[in-house]
Each structure stands twice: as structure tokens, then as C-alpha cells.
């Protein structure tokens, strides 16, 4: 069996303040050689500027494989064809392609000329059809995406981006690993064969972490709420308890086989550094 690995997710710093933090904490982050390395796009757009940016001077410091988050809602076919040609000339080779989340004035689907890409699936088929040789990821949803109408439904949707083309598929965060292993038996069940990546976070800010959570249809356990607010005035306690249950999930996931995990840092390092030098 080879030895797992690992990636990471940061995302564009907007401030010199923020981007200061984000370069000293990505250093220690390279530093630990992940396979691979996300940076998140701006739905609609929001941070097409900043991405790019982060990503080359990523490029400048570390050899290590970069990929791009691209999310095409409100945004044409031309524009984003546009965009991925640039980044490919810049030497990009991985595109996370994602809808994005939908902003709640748009009146959706705006297609009356076909000039946008309406399913995930589509714009996956078209990444693959402009650029055969790019690396797609696509995401994944344990626990269902929160404006699907099922789970069943929202697997016939991977499924449908894992048949236009995607390389792999990243699971939103959970912290149960019975709900991925139960997702990634559903998945086989329905005859995907794309390698489905686990997407993991480290607790920095237990009731920051539960707002998201939320938002992105991720259950939180019971005995996690317990745990954490008896430690709501003990920052030390509560990091050093962050860092060992996320070493437990990660040891288990490996233990079971799984070949690839991917962090969710928050443009943090400290916890997620623990953890890989514990498991990996």
C-alpha cells in the first residue's frame, strides 16, 4: 500500500494585514510537502483578480502542484474560457471547478442565449473539451448539498460531473467519518469510480465553526458542542483539544485505507501542522 497524502485549501488574503499573516503561515504549510494546493474563487468573481496573484507568486516560492477554485455562476461561457486559457498559459494545470454560491438577488438561470453554463456537469464537460490534459476536482457532499433535494439526488449529480470529466471530488467538511464511508459506499453503488478526497477542518473557533457548519449543511455532533463549551475560556485547551480530534479523524481515515486527505487550513497553520507531522 503507498503512503497517503495530502493536500491543502487556502484562500486570497485581501489586506496587507491579512496577506502578511497568510505568507508566514503558508511557508510553514509548504514547508510540510502536501501534494497538491487549493486557492478559493470569489463567487461571481469576487477575488478573479486576487486568486491568479496568489496563486503565481505560490508559484514563485514552491514547486508544489497549485490548482485554481473556479465557480461559473453569473459568469459567462466566454469569460470563464477566457480566464482558464490565462491561467493555463501561466502553467496551471488543476482546476477546482464549482458553482459558487448563489447570490440571493440573481435571478437564476440566466440562459436566454445559452451563454451560461446552467449544471457543474456542464462547465466540467467544457473545462475537459477546452483543455484535455487538465486536472478537474468537483465537490462532494457527505451529508447533501444544502440546496439539493436529496442525497440520492445530489449523487446523481457528482455522478453526472464524474462522467463530463472530473479527476477527483472533495467532500465538503463533516466531522462523523461514518457519513463519508457511508457516502463513498452510495457512490459505488451508483457506479462512480472517481476517487472521492475527504475534506477536513480544523476547529480554530469552535462557534465561528458551527455558523458555517450550518450554511454548508454540515452536521455538527452533540458530544463536540459538550466538549467544546466546557473549554470556552481555556483558548489553550480548546486548541490542543482541536488538534487531537482532528488527528483521531485523519489516523482513522488512513487506518482504512484512504489514500488522500484534504485540509481545509482557514489560511492557518498551527493545528493543521500538528496533525499532518501526527499522521502522516
Request: hydrophobic letters at 35%; charged letters at 25%; a negative charge.
Amino acid at each position: 500500500m503507498s503512503k497517503p497524502t495530502f493536500s491543502f485549501e487556502f484562500f486570497p488574503p485581501k489586506t496587507k494585514s491579512a496577506e502578511q499573516k497568510f505568507w508566514g503561515n503558508f511557508s510553514k504549510l509548504a514547508e510540510l510537502d502536501p501534494k497538491f494546493m487549493t486557492v478559493t474563487y470569489g463567487t461571481g468573481g469576487t477575488t478573479k483578480d486576487i486568486t491568479p496573484k496568489t496563486i503565481e507568486k505560490i508559484k514563485e516560492m514552491t514547486d508544489i502542484p497549485v490548482a485554481s477554485h473556479l465557480t461559473y455562476i453569473n459568469t459567462t461561457k466566454e469569460e470563464l474560457h477566457s480566464y482558464i486559457d490565462d491561467l493555463w498559459q501561466k502553467g496551471m494545470r488543476h482546476i477546482v471547478a464549482l458553482r459558487g454560491d448563489m447570490p440571493g438577488d440573481l435571478n437564476w438561470p440566466l440562459n436566454e442565449d445559452g451563454s451560461y453554463f446552467q449544471y457543474s456537469s456542464d462547465f466540467v464537460e467544457a473545462i475537459r473539451q477546452w483543455y484535455p490534459e487538465m486536472e478537474i476536482s468537483v465537490g462532494a457532499y457527505p451529508e447533501k448539498h444544502p440546496d439539493a433535494a436529496s442525497l440520492e439526488a445530489d449523487i446523481l449529480a457528482l455522478k453526472m460531473k464524474c462522467d463530463a470529466g472530473a479527476t477527483y471530488a472533495i467532500t465538503q467538511f463533516y466531522f462523523d467519518n461514518e457519513d463519508y464511508y457511508r457516502f463513498v459506499e452510495k457512490c459505488e453503488a451508483s457506479d462512480i469510480r472517481t476517487p472521492i478526497i475527504p475534506g477536513l477542518l480544523p476547529i480554530h473557533d469552535f462557534n465561528g465553526m458551527c455558523k458555517f457548519a450550518k450554511r454548508c449543511n454540515a452536521h455538527v455532533p452533540l458530544d463536540l458542542h459538550k466538549k467544546f463549551e466546557l473549554l470556552g475560556d481555556k483558548p489553550e485547551e480548546a486548541k490542543k483539544l482541536a488538534i487531537e480530534l482532528l488527528t483521531a479523524q485523519a489516523q482513522d481515515l488512513v487506518n482504512n485505507g484512504v489514500e488522500h486527505i484534504h485540509f481545509y487550513t482557514l489560511n492557518k497553520a498551527d493545528i493543521t501542522v500538528d496533525v499532518v507531522k501526527a499522521v502522516f
